[in-house]
């Protein structure tokens, strides 16, 4: 089964830009789906942002759509999310996780990492 490992989280200032990355040792890792989910205080884990295992499809929540970019290096076993345009309600935990599904639905992601807080401030 792949670990996951994020880093790249941090303090920004609205208008701020941030890159996440997850990382998965190991040679399984080109077999998942990834994604990004995000968790602020009080409030349920969401979605941010999928890819397919080959990266050849990615997806994204409206709320992100224009800002965020999801992209993965099999190569590497890293996966990314550069985080443009942020705004105070990025503030979240960010989570990368892994499916064996091509195209999961939100309740497929069935690996997650520790989580990376990101905090933009106003």
């Known amino acids: 089964q792949v670990q996951l490992e994020e880093s790249g989280g941090g303090l920004e200032q609205a208008g701020g830009s941030l890159r996440l990355s997850c990382t998965a040792p190991?040679?399984?890792?080109?077999?998942?789906?990834m994604g990004w989910f995000r968790q602020a205080p009080g409030k349920e884990r969401k979605f941010v942002a999928g890819i397919t295992s080959s990266g050849g499809k990615t997806y994204y929540a409206d709320s992100v759509k224009g800002r965020f970019t999801i992209s993965r290096d099999n190569a590497k076993n890293t996966m990314y999310l550069q985080m443009n345009s942020l705004k105070p309600e990025d503030t979240a935990v960010y989570y990368c996780a892994a499916s064996s599904a091509i195209i999961p639905e939100p309740y497929e992601y069935d690996v997650w990492g520790q989580g990376t807080q990101v905090t933009v401030s106003s």
């Open positions: 190991g040679r399984t890792f080109s077999r998942f789906a």
